[in-house]
């Protein structure tokens, strides 16, 4: 069974974007342009849940503070909370991330007794301010080498378990962006669900990021993903799913 692991600290008790429940209930409200002006001794950089550098392992120092005329627009969001596009935060080791695309599709599909559910899917331009986010990037993405600004896709979704027994998901089997183009464990792509357990009569909010494209942005306005089994004492007990469209 494979179960693909990942430190994926995404500081989600900040930023949940609407999906409660994952790994935190709390949430924090895009800061005041008041608040994102600050400069004081006191400012902590923001932990954006879409910040694929925080999947890294790297013990790179990761204390970046934007500027002031980084963060003098009305889209920057300090909070790291970005649900518009064109806003654009900074994550603790010097990577803009700007929202360029922001989908709500609510599609299900089942298989056995889980259900998934993707509630977002977003399009964020990431570029690398620094050496150490490009290196933390490219580390976070299996990668020897990688190109700023490069584009990732993350997708957000919950497994509900209708069954009466603990599930352990092996999370997504792959996001397919083109006839070309495909994510998966081993492929670019940074998975939170895999390895995680969804009680009986439960469920898991989770997400995954992938790469999408390098230096130019991505021109697909769809894609599929298909989700891995799921097991019970190293026995599957769900099969893995067909392909679900997203349009974007």
Same mark, same amino acid.
């Given at each position: 069974?494979?179960?693909?692991? $990942?430190?994926?600290?995404?500081?989600?008790?900040?930023?949940?974007?609407?999906?409660?429940?994952? &790994?935190?209930?709390?949430?924090?409200?895009? @800061?005041? $342009?008041?608040?994102?002006?600050?400069?004081?001794?006191? *400012?902590?950089?923001?932990?954006?849940?879409?910040?694929?550098?925080?999947?890294?392992?790297?013990?790179?120092?990761?204390? *970046?503070?934007?500027?002031?005329?980084?963060?003098?627009?009305?889209?920057?969001?300090?909070?790291?909370?970005?649900?518009?596009?064109?806003?654009?935060?900074?994550? /603790?080791?010097?990577? /803009?991330?700007?929202?360029?695309?922001?989908?709500?599709? %609510?599609?299900?599909?089942?298989?056995?007794?889980?259900?998934?559910?993707?509630?977002?899917?977003?399009? !964020?331009?990431?570029?690398?301010?620094?050496?150490?986010?490009?290196?933390? @990037?490219?580390? @976070?993405?299996?990668?020897?080498?990688?190109?700023?600004? *490069?584009?990732?896709?993350?997708?957000? $979704?919950?497994?509900?378990?209708?069954?009466? %027994? #603990?599930?352990?998901?092996?999370? !997504?089997?792959? !996001?397919?962006?083109?006839?070309? &183009?495909?994510?998966? #464990?081993?492929? &670019?792509?940074?998975?939170?669900?895999?390895?995680?357990? !969804?009680?009986?009569?439960? /469920?898991?909010?989770?997400?995954?990021?992938?790469?999408?494209?390098?230096?130019?942005?991505?021109?697909?306005?769809?894609? =599929?993903?298909? $989700?891995?089994?799921?097991?019970?004492? %190293?026995?599957?007990?769900? =099969?893995?799913?067909?392909?679900?469209?997203?349009?974007?």
């Amino acid at each position: 069974m494979r179960l693909f692991k $990942f430190s994926l600290v995404l500081g989600l008790s900040l930023l949940t974007l609407g999906l409660t429940g994952c &790994q935190s209930g709390a949430q924090k409200s895009t @800061a005041s $342009f008041k608040d994102n002006s600050s400069q004081s001794s006191h *400012y902590k950089a923001a932990d954006p849940d879409a910040a694929v550098t925080a999947a890294s392992s790297s013990k790179e120092a990761q204390t *970046y503070r934007p500027d002031t005329a980084q963060t003098r627009s009305a889209s920057y969001v300090k909070s790291g909370n970005l649900t518009r596009n064109g806003q654009y935060t900074y994550d /603790k080791v010097g990577t /803009k991330l700007t929202l360029n695309q922001v989908t709500h599709p %609510q599609s299900t599909i089942r298989s056995g007794k889980l259900t998934y559910k993707i509630t977002t899917v977003r399009l !964020i331009k990431n570029t690398a301010e620094t050496a150490a986010a490009k290196r933390m @990037a490219a580390q @976070a993405l299996n990668l020897a080498h990688l190109d700023s600004p *490069y584009y990732t896709i993350q997708v957000k $979704f919950t497994i509900y378990n209708r069954g009466k %027994q #603990a599930l352990t998901t092996d999370g !997504i089997k792959a !996001i397919r962006l083109s006839a070309s &183009q495909q994510l998966n #464990a081993s492929n &670019q792509l940074s998975d939170a669900s895999a390895g995680k357990t !969804i009680p009986a009569n439960g /469920k898991l909010a989770t997400f995954a990021t992938g790469l999408a494209s390098e230096k130019t942005k991505p021109s697909f306005s769809s894609v =599929k993903i298909a $989700f891995a089994g799921a097991y019970a004492n %190293q026995k599957q007990i769900v =099969k893995p799913t067909g392909w679900l469209k997203l349009n974007l």
